[in-house]
């Protein structure tokens, strides 16, 4: 099991900044790749951005060139660091991580944060 607990949400005036963090713990052995995704209310939830163990990066493209993922592999943390943030990026956050367990990759959620964008 691997286990992802996630901070730095928040409530912040549009065209403020938030970092969120997440820590994987557990068995992280073959994690392929940790990002990030978001729900807004009666919206389906969608891939924010992502990077895998190689450091390689996609994002959505309503994020691009504000948001920015990183990862550092010794403390198996990944961060979002959310810049000019507006009030459509308010959402639930949750953490992802993928792993390979030999017979499939799975997929494993944090338990989500708030983060709320005013105008």
């Known amino acids: 099991q691997v286990q992802l607990v996630e901070s730095g949400g928040g409530l912040v005036q549009a065209g403020g900044s938030l970092r969120l963090s997440c820590a994987a713990s557990?068995?992280?052995?073959?994690?392929?790749?940790m990002g990030w995704y978001r729900q807004a209310p009666g919206k389906q939830r969608e891939l924010v951005a992502a990077i895998t163990v190689g450091g390689s990066t996609n994002y959505a493209d309503s994020v691009k060139g504000r948001f920015t993922v990183s990862r550092d592999n010794a403390k198996n943390t990944v961060y979002l660091q959310m810049n000019s943030l507006k009030p459509e990026d308010t959402a639930v956050y949750y953490c992802?991580?993928?792993?390979?367990?030999?017979?499939?990759?799975?997929?494993?959620w944090g338990q989500g944060t708030q983060v709320t964008v005013s105008s």
């Open positions: 557990g068995s992280i052995a073959r994690i392929n790749r």
């Open positions: 992802n991580a993928l792993k390979d367990r030999g017979a499939g990759v799975y997929a494993y």
